[in-house]
């Protein structure tokens, strides 16, 4: 049975924060909207990397999870003032990047059904982004990553976003809730059968 460790194991190797911070989100966010350009830099610096791996489980390619950060940053650029210092901040950012990347794959389902009738999906071609290699030596705990991303992308999409916003992102579930628009107690009946699923994949791991 998969020990919790493992999402530990991948939650540190993706989402290495620092622990402490002169000011909070929300402070550097009404900083920003005085003015102050170096609290933007402050928050992109912030949310630069969790955003992009976030925004990958659901492009599950690398430069277009690039493309989806880059235009939140650009909306949080020029839609500063939205924010209302009634909730925290990164709900407000996942959120964002979480509309941006439904309104992109809507696109490529569009685009895809022109192609339909001529190709058949290839299946097995999933790899993980290269810069993930490097994240941890030892090849024991690479294979388990590994192993933990592919088990997670066979997860039905509205399990993978609150599996990955909560034991990867470990965002509150009232966070997720806003973020996902859907009640608490379904937030936390997917993230269990997430889990359960998750469990039954990756059973044969030690």
Do not use: C
């Not at 998969?2 to 999402?7: D, L, V």
């Not at 540190?12 to 609290?39: C, H, M, T, V, W």
């Not at 610096?45 to 925004?55: G, I, S, V």
């Not at 030892?138 to 034991?167: C, Q, T």
């Amino acid at each position: 049975m998969m020990k919790q460790s493992s999402f530990n194991l991948l939650a540190g190797s993706l989402d290495k924060r620092p622990k402490r911070f002169l000011y909070s989100d929300e402070e550097l966010i009404l900083r920003f909207q005085s003015g102050d350009e170096n609290a933007y830099i402050e928050l992109v610096n912030r949310y630069k990397d969790r955003l992009k791996n976030f925004a990958f489980y659901f492009m599950k390619d690398d430069e277009q999870a690039e493309d989806i950060v880059q235009d939140t940053f650009i909306k949080l650029y020029e839609k500063k003032d939205y924010y209302r210092p009634i909730g925290k901040f990164s709900t407000w950012i996942y959120t964002i990047t979480r509309n941006l990347a439904n309104t992109e794959l809507r696109k490529k389902k569009r685009k895809n059904l022109v192609y339909l009738s001529h190709f058949k999906k290839e299946k097995g071609d999933y790899e993980l982004p290269a810069d993930e290699q490097g994240f941890d030596k030892d090849y024991e705990n690479e294979f388990l990553i590994k192993k933990i991303h592919e088990a997670i992308e066979k997860l039905p999409e509205n399990y993978k976003s609150v599996i990955v916003l909560r034991d990867i992102q470990e965002l509150s579930y009232d966070e997720i809730t806003e973020i996902v628009q859907v009640p608490l107690g379904t937030v936390k009946s997917r993230i269990n059968r997430a889990r359960l699923q998750l469990k039954l994949e990756l059973q044969h791991l030690k």
